[in-house]
């Protein structure tokens, strides 16, 4: 068989591949741009022409929204709680994997598999005895309210990460820095941190994105709206304008923006960091 040949048979095997991905896409993309155009039509509109282009183009669903207040304040609320969450959760889940990667001792390896387990242990059914415990340390309506259960369960997956990128840092490298005089945490802080930046990377996007998606915990927390959240102030505003659907397609359209823009700037980190930990755990 011919090189050309087989050249164009491993192209021609790839089609369907090619096929699967464009398809999975469209059906994602989709949804977004239905949403995105119906933001500029009229409820009425939507009612008599649903999949159409808008008839005149109603930008004022949109502007309206940018010039409220309150939308500025759930943004900036949810961006709060996202920065407060990815600094407590990496900071906390760094020093731990430090130790269970670079120490040895006794039920280190417990240590580690019950971290694990609370990759198991789902959030609602933590709800009840959650609340009873914010409520009697006056965490109601307070950012730490959100932010500290959120990094409490960021954690199992943070520390599982970390570990598997540290463990591959060389013995030697270590060695040689004790030897000119490195303590443990100066290891840790001036070697290990800057070597593990992909790793970092990596659990900082996952806990930006899950903080700025987590819907139950804000609505459980925060009963006063100057601290409610994105995914909140969706949920209230569709409720107070269930009849224009138009408005609600549009508010959902600016909910989504800068959640799809920092995951298109962060998606390479993303995927690098976790291919990284999966060769190297």
Known sequence: MSAPDTVGRRRFGKVPLYVIVWLVGIVMVTPLLYALISGFKSTDQLSSNPFGLPSPWVTSNYTDILASG????????????????????????????FSLARFSYRGRELLFTLFTMGLMFPFAVAILPLFILLRTFGLLDNPWGVILPQAAFGLPITIVILRGFFRQIPGELEEAATLDGCSPFGFFWRILLPMARPALGTVSVLAVVSSWNNFLLPLLVFSNETWWTIPVGVQQFQGQYAADIARVFAYLVLAMVPALAFYAVAERQLIGGITMGATKG
Do not use: D
């Not at 309150?70 to 959760?89: E, N, Q």
């Open 70 to 97: 309150s939308f500025w304040r759930m943004l900036g609320s949810s961006t709060l709680v996202a920065i407060g969450t990815t600094l407590l959760t990496v900071g906390a889940a760094a020093l731990a994997a």
